[in-house]
């Protein structure tokens, strides 16, 4: 009967990802996750989320939350502390969550990267990434961020890790690259 249980869930949890990311099976297929721990780190980003639309004192859009193999990544911006500290809290108290890791900055208002800036140079670093055949691109996640670049996600080497950073540090405009990028290789679970 657990055995039944847990399937359902997987399977509920693996839906929900199809539709909430507009995953496709190609990148599922890719990851270099299991199909069990894709669904997990699935749950414990929509438990986060959950809490943070829960919290008045978050405001939802200002953090991302990624998830790979039970450690969290906080990516944004926040208004006050107790923005930022709510955050982290509501990503601890998740169960599954192995490790938070943050990368907050205090919201600016400046005339230079801004929105428009940022999703322009998310759009150049992943033309960059696309380009490169020695990276499998659909594995890692960009976010721009005050015209930093954030790289998340699970890659098969040590050389494609350092592939994206170079790439991403090379695109025009970008200031700071951070590198989020966790290593896998091939056959290893």
Known sequence: MQKIYHLVKYLAVFSLVLIS???????VAV?????GAQVDDEHITMSI???????????????SVYCYEGHVYLVGEYET?????HAINC????KGVRKVTTYLLPKVTAERCGTMDNLKLKALVQAELVKDKDIRSTNIEIKALQCNIVL????????QAQLAVSH???????????????IRPRNTQ
């Open 168 to 182: 991403a540090r090379h695109v025009k405009g970008v200031k700071k690259v951070v590198s989020f990028l966790r």
């Open 81 to 85: 502390n107790v923005e930022k500290h």
């Open 49 to 63: 989320r959950n809490c943070f639309l829960s919290d008045k004192a978050i405001k939802f859009f200002d953090i």
């Open 91 to 94: 990503a601890k108290k998740v």
């Open 21 to 27: 990311t507009s995953c496709t099976a190609y990148k």
């Open 152 to 159: 998340l996600g699970i890659v098969g080497s040590k050389k």
């Open 31 to 35: 990851d270099k996750r299991t199909l």
